[in-house]
């Protein structure tokens, strides 16, 4: 099947530790995205990348950190500096780089921080 | 990107045609409208997207005013299954680096048996 997943669904950490959310896409997409939804609300962009080895800031990135080695991944870290990490996270990707295209999204990752 | 304002919720009885409104007074002559929906604890869905013109795909149909102020999503048979958070965001065509999509608080349709 092609399509975007990420894992786990659910995950729990304990304050103050790092913890990695993975995102995988086999549709050959350029571009992937990370976003962050708090409930009753909308999405908010945490990073981007337009490309391999290359990635920008979105909206509200202060706390995470992200990589992309590979096209068809683009994990997440959401450090101990991010001061309320509880939410649920979610990876996207658009066919190419120049925004013009629709975005997919994958299922979410629900994180809690205990 | 301009902003976009929609109704908070909306009922509509299974069977009938859901119509989901959108206001986008502000939109520019670039500038998409695109629609997702999200069923709960679920990623968004992509339905459809226009510029000008009215455009229908298997899921939905999107009709945007003549002066793209405004647009409506026609679900034309609603089912249970659509219940979901419905997502009206205007595009900005970057042209030169893919930027998120903002995403607002939505309307949230509720289907009625």
Same mark, same amino acid.
């Given at each position: ?58 909206? &509200? ?25 509880? =939410?649920?996270?979610?990876? =996207? ?22 | ?37 999200? &069923? ?74």
């Amino acid at each position: 099947d092609g399509g975007i997943t990420q894992s786990p669904k659910y995950l729990f950490r304990k304050e103050g530790q790092n913890v990695t959310l993975s995102c995988e896409q086999n549709l050959n997409h350029d571009a992937m995205y990370w976003y962050r939804q708090d409930p009753g609300q909308g999405l908010r962009l945490i990073y981007y990348s337009q490309i391999v080895n290359d990635f920008q800031k979105g909206d &509200i990135a202060e706390g995470y950190s992200v990589s992309r080695e590979k096209k068809e991944s683009f994990p997440l870290t959401v450090t101990s500096a991010q001061k309320n990490p509880t =939410a649920f996270y979610l990876c =996207a990707s658009s066919i190419d780089r120049t925004g013009t295209d629709t975005q997919y999204f994958g299922p979410g990752t629900r994180l809690t921080v205990l | 990107d301009a902003k976009t304002t929609q109704p908070t919720s909306m009922d509509c009885a299974e069977g009938r045609a859901a119509n989901l409104p959108c206001n986008h007074s502000t939109i520019s002559g670039n500038e998409y409208v695109y629609w997702y929906r999200q &069923i709960h604890s679920q990623g968004p869905q992509y339905i459809i997207h226009g510029l000008k013109n009215n455009e229908t795909n298997e899921m939905a149909s999107l009709i945007i005013t003549e002066d793209r102020k405004s647009s409506t999503l026609i679900l034309p048979h609603a089912t249970l299954r659509d219940t979901a958070v419905y997502y009206c965001i205007v595009r900005t065509l970057s042209g030169g680096g893919a930027d998120g999509l903002t995403f607002g608080k939505g309307t949230h349709l509720i289907i009625q048996p």
